[in-house]
């Protein structure tokens, strides 16, 4: 068995209101000095040694994300 992250973030020309109100929260209780926030998603899935880079590509590119306006990384975590 192995673990797989996949994060999913909006792309770069994509506005994000959820980031945008957390930069807004932030100055409001008083934390200064972020001038940017972007809110993505994170999926770990539990996979066996039958699940290959390519099907986990395919699983993120066609299930995890919309590939109109986010990106996304997979990466295997070692425990």
């Known amino acids: 068995m192995a673990r797989v992250v996949v994060d999913v973030m909006p792309k770069a020309e994509i506005l994000d209101p959820q980031g945008q109100a ?19 998603k994170r999926f770990e899935l539990e996979v066996d040694d039958t699940v290959d880079d390519a099907a986990l590509e395919r699983i993120a590119e066609e299930l995890l994300t919309n590939t109109v306006i986010e990106n996304f990384s997979v990466s295997r975590v070692s425990e």
């Open 22 to 40: 957390i930069v807004g929260a932030l100055g409001r209780l008083g934390f200064a000095g972020v001038s940017d926030v972007r809110q993505g």
